[in-house]
T-cell receptor
Framework: ETGVTQSPTHLIKTRGQQVTLRCSSQ?????VSWYQQALGQGPQFIFQ???????GRGNFPPRFSGLQFPNYSSELNVNALELDDSALYLC???????????FGQGTRLTVV | AQSVTQPDIHITVSEGASLELRCNYS??????LFWYVQSPGQGLQLLLK??????LVQGIKGFEAEFKRSQSSFNLRKPSVHWSDAAEYFC????????????FGAGTILRVKS
């Protein structure tokens, strides 16, 4: 039990739609990162937020965006969904950047 | 570019046998290193981490890993595998110089035969 919860656990969207995934971090964790894990691959870094500001970004297009809130919750938004966006999306939180990250159970997104 | 290689896609070991999972990284900076385990459809659980200090680190569930800077490796070991260890294992590397992302290997699927 990491204390990091994600919702929903599964969802199905249609190509072109928009989706919002949510994450609730442990109290005191000022850092949240989002990762995309395609089937059979390791997680790929999307971006990190620290104290509500973006603090690093991977090679993902601008249609992937995020927010972090003062209550240790965060969101990942994806616009104009594509079939290749189908993946497990993982949220990870930590006290500070470059410290150990604790992962949630993930949200399985299927785009049809 | 930063990269992490886990050369073995699948490994099968007998219950009670020893285990070593390999991880090599390419990083132009002083890395910090992690091993995570993932059961099917689940998130990642941290097994152990290395930031600095003693290069042999102990983790949960009887796992250990050794950081060898000269070989750019961080191999995971366990002296006696249990059937419940069957899962996928990921090595991950980060460095302050490269922002705050972790770079993951492609994973090694461990099968345990009784």
């Amino acid at each position: 039990e990491t204390g990091v919860t994600q919702s929903p656990t599964h969802l199905i969207k249609t190509r072109g739609q928009q989706v919002t995934l949510r994450c609730s971090s442990q109290s005191g964790h000022n850092t949240v990162s989002w990762y995309q894990q395609a089937l059979g691959q390791g997680p790929q870094f999307i971006f990190q937020y620290y104290r509500e500001e973006e603090n690093g970004r991977g090679n993902f297009p601008p249609r992937f965006s995020g927010l972090q809130f003062p209550n240790y919750s965060s969101e990942l938004n994806v616009n104009a969904l594509e079939l290749d966006d189908s993946a497990l999306y993982l949220c990870a939180s930590g006290r500070e950047p470059n410290t150990e990250a604790f992962f949630g159970q993930g949200t399985r997104l299927t785009v049809v | 570019a930063q990269s992490v290689t886990q050369p073995d896609i699948h490994i099968t070991v007998s219950e009670g046998a020893s285990l070593e999972l390999r991880c090599n990284y390419s990083y132009g900076a002083t890395p910090y290193l992690f091993w995570y385990v993932q059961s099917p459809g689940q998130g990642l659980q941290l097994l152990l981490k290395y930031f600095s200090g003693d290069t042999l680190v102990q983790g949960i569930k009887g796992f250990e890993a050794e950081f060898k800077r000269s070989q750019s490796s961080f191999n995971l070991r366990k002296p006696s595998v249990h059937w419940s260890d069957a899962a996928e294992y990921f090595c991950a590397v980060g460095a302050m110089e490269y922002g705050n992302k972790l770079v993951f290997g492609a994973g090694t699927i461990l099968r345990v035969k009784s």
